[in-house]
């Protein structure tokens, strides 16, 4: 990296890690780097700076337009001769490259790398030109010329001016690489943190087939894995904690014709419903992400390629991950809309923000000017060469047909800090020039296009305002989603991670329709069956994948604290709602009366589907190693069925003695509290829902809890209920926690709750920071 001046960003980096991280194992395609000495002759002996000073000028003067002036400082490169040292030196070198690979015309790629490029505070990714499969001299010879002009596209004019950059002060040198013959496997970009929400412990892989041209530049939507970096070098532990179908509409690969060059093939329905990568090589390339992570001591941004050939993996080039602080901030803010409504249009959120505005459609580059001020910029596809002008015009979100996580397009939002909705399909169509609408990049991992002009608020936490306390104080969350939005919120785990969400926003499918599919009478759930399963041969696996990647990636956010997952529990309806549920669910009340929680798990009617959701949580723990995962079982009316679901699970693979998975009861039936001294023995202890307390109380109707006094003489059953759970709990090595949304209105019964010496609560995330300062007070007082 000490070379950068002399041989650009791109270069420096890619010797940087031939050298120092050959004993990593981690294979850099071999190439030559020109200098910026050699570019600065070029520049000297055609006598060229005077005129490319004097075109900047008129730019600046506004006297000719910046199309005008690029195209002419790239024609003065394109008629300039190169110094004949040079020419003789690039033919050396390329005659020696072909050599040492045993092979005459090597292809080659040849790319640009300037002195100002893959900065921390500036990555120039896709200003300037790269040219692929290049073959023989006199190609070669071109493509370095070429590369030459591309340090002036228009792009990287307006890019340099908007950054403060002189123009002549940069240099650009052309690296000359071997060809990885990506374009008979595939290719894509590595980021070694989670660029939405800054957790440092995902590193996020994209990828396509061919060429990984398609993927920089937000040509295709590419799959999208995630690992579990804390796991990398833990056993037989696969720490992949996401795997996402991408639809991969086209690959790029070598042209044809002697020319070289690349063109772009459509793909065919197997290639577009398979994963590029196979696990043992996501795993391979998480870890040298890691290794290259750790030698440049800050988040990397990768890009590497598969060999069709050989088989092998490399990775052809690495750069700082720009707009992401080395430093976490002291706060988090979270924005939300204030209303529902059904979207126009799903994509791949980016940033974390909601912006308002008309729509202005962009075609490409050449027609950025007609951008309209204030506006959602919509097109095709997007890339960083658009930065200036939407910074200028102040533009409020990007949405894309094509496009992906790692894509120009997205680093293009995230430099700008403003939400991007990527890869929709069909944005160009179902979108209309000066529509309004709302973009959402705030609901996790997808973002959405809503109609008109949607309310919505903001709320800032201050972390470094919110005190530790000696009682255990947890988070209770519905979705991945939520568990990264958070995952800076100061707290000891999960107390309860509920199914409800990925059951009905995730998966969408009830699990009894993907294991008898020809059951499903409807047609109509048949055909979205099929579309959402799609790449599976075995629609059972689809439901176990998801619900395994949802649960690993809220196990994740907190590892290694402990995360409790509380199993299936919805009533009839809600599970008849689900996709093919009504061929499955009884239609009578009196039927579907009770069954709900184990007496459904133990049902003959449902119990293949359970089997199904041990199987997703027995992956998590075991496959991928996130053994911080217990379970919470809801709705156990006796000790015959706790004995029967606690027999079903050991089969299952879930076993508190031999497997260490701790297992906790919801004491959702007064029936719990009579049964309590037998209970406890048989789980690692209850969860009780505040709202649920007292009910629990026998005689007791139920009721309010929010303005219990603790001093109440009223309240003496219910403190009597949680010293007796306490005691029984306690008796047997177990723990009592209390869930509740915020207690944000119910201070007094959170007093109750410290005074009793309940051992943890669960809230939810908004809720924490207030909470523990309420508890950190009355620990004090009692002191």
């Not at 070198?93 to 690979?101: G, H, I, S």
């Not at 080659?108 to 300037?128: C, I, K, N, Q």
């Not at 009884?586 to 119990?607: E, I, K, M, Q, W």
Request: proline share 4%.
């Amino acid at each position: 990296m000490k070379d950068l001046a002399t041989v650009g960003g791109k270069n420096a980096s890619l010797g940087e890690m031939m050298h120092a991280l050959k004993n990593e194992g981690i294979p850099v395609p071999q190439g030559f780097s020109t200098t910026a000495d050699a570019y600065q002759e070029t520049l000297r002996k055609n006598d060229m700076e005077p005129n490319i000073r004097s075109l900047l000028e008129e730019l600046k003067q506004e006297r000719s337009p910046l199309h005008e002036v690029g195209a002419s400082i790239r024609e003065l490169f394109m008629t300039a001769r190169f110094p004949a040292g040079l020419t003789e030196e690039i033919r050396r070198a390329y005659q020696e490259l072909c050599r040492l690979k045993g092979r005459e015309d090597l292809e080659v790629a040849v790319r640009s790398s300037a002195t100002a490029e893959d900065l921390p505070e500036a990555s120039f990714a896709g200003m300037l030109e790269s040219y692929l499969n290049v073959r023989g001299v006199e190609q070669l010879m071109d493509a370095c010329q070429l590369c030459f002009a591309s340090l002036f596209t228009d792009r990287a004019i307006r890019y340099r001016e908007n950054m403060g950059f002189d123009h002549m002060k940069i240099s650009l040198c052309v690296g000359v690489q071997e060809m990885v013959r990506a374009d008979l496997a595939g290719a894509g970009v590595i980021f070694s943190i989670d660029k939405r929400t800054g957790f440092p412990g995902l590193i996020l892989i994209s990828a396509a087939w061919g060429l990984g041209e398609n993927v920089v530049q937000g040509m295709v939507i590419p799959d999208e894995y995630r690992v579990f970096k804390p796991l990398l070098g833990e056993g037989k532990a696969l720490p992949i904690v996401e795997k996402s179908l991408g639809a991969k509409e086209k690959r790029r690969v070598y042209a044809a014709d002697e020319k070289g060059g690349t063109v772009d093939v459509k793909t065919g329905e197997k290639e577009r419903t398979s994963f590029v990568l196979q696990d043992e090589a996501i795993v391979k390339l998480a870890r040298w992400a890691c290794a290259i992570e750790d030698h440049y001591g800050r988040p990397m941004d990768m890009e590497w390629a598969k060999d069709g050939l050989t088989e092998e993996l490399y990775i052809v080039q690495a750069r700082p991950v720009t707009g992401q602080p080395l430093e976490a901030p002291g706060s988090v803010t979270v924005t939300r809309l204030k209303e529902k409504k059904k979207p126009l249009l799903k994509g791949l959120s980016i940033g974390e923000g909601i912006s308002t505005g008309k729509v202005s459609f962009v075609q490409s580059f050449k027609k950025i000017d007609r951008l309209a001020d204030s506006a959602i910029l919509v097109s095709e596809s997007a890339n960083t060469g658009w930065v200036s002008a939407m910074k200028t015009k102040h533009t409020k979100g990007l949405v894309t047909d094509f496009g992906g996580r790692n894509s120009h397009g997205a680093i293009a939002c995230r430099e700008l800090g403003i939400p991007g909705i990527l890869g929709t399909l069909e944005a160009t169509q179902v979108l209309k020039d000066g529509q309004e609408v709302t973009v959402s990049s705030v609901e996790g991992d997808d973002g959405f296009v809503y109609d008109g002009i949607m309310d919505h608020e903001a709320e800032e936490f201050d972390l470094r305002d919110i005190p530790e306390t000696r009682m255990t104080v947890m988070m209770s969350v519905a979705s991945e989603a939520a568990a990264f939005q958070w995952w800076r919120l100061p707290c000891s785990g999960i107390g309860l991670a509920r199914m409800d969400f990925i059951f009905h926003h995730i998966i969408q499918v009830h699990p009894m329709a993907l294991l008898h599919l020809d059951r499903v009478k409807d047609r109509k759930a048949f055909h979205e069956i099929q579309m959402l399963t799609q790449g599976y041969e075995d629609k059972a696996a689809y439901f176990v994948d998801h619900l395994s990647y949802c649960l690993a990636q809220i196990a994740a956010s907190r590892y290694p604290d402990p995360v409790l997952v509380r199993l299936s529990d919805f009533e009839t309806p809600e599970y008849a709602s689900l996709k093919g549920g009504r061929d499955f669910e009884p239609t009578n009340s009196a039927a579907s009366f009770g069954l709900r929680g184990v007496s459904r798990y133990l049902s003959d009617h449902y119990r293949p589907g359970f089997e199904l959701e041990c199987r997703a949580v027995k992956g998590v723990r075991e496959a991928i190693g996130l053994t911080n995962v217990g379970l919470v079982i809801p709705y156990c009316r006796n000790v015959e069925e706790a004995d029967e679901v606690l027999a079903l699970l050991r089969e299952q693979g879930l076993d508190r003695k031999e497997k260490g998975c701790r297992i906790y009861l919801s004491c959702d039936y007064p029936s719990n509290v009579a049964d309590a001294e037998s209970l406890a023995g048989r789980f690692d202890g209850f969860s009780v829902a505040a709202q649920n307390l007292r009910s629990l109380i026998p005689g007791s109707p139920g009721g309010d809890l929010r303005g219990a006094e603790p001093g109440d003489p009223a309240n003496t059953p219910l403190k009597d209920l949680l010293k007796h759970l306490m005691e029984v709990c306690h008796g047997r090595g177990g723990t009592l926690t209390v869930r509740g949304r915020t207690f944000r209105r119910s201070r007094n019964l959170v007093r109750l709750l410290f005074e009793t010496g309940v051992d943890a609560v669960s809230v939810n995330p908004e809720g924490i920071p207030s909470l523990k300062k309420w508890i950190a007070g009355a620990e004090k007082a009692a002191a």
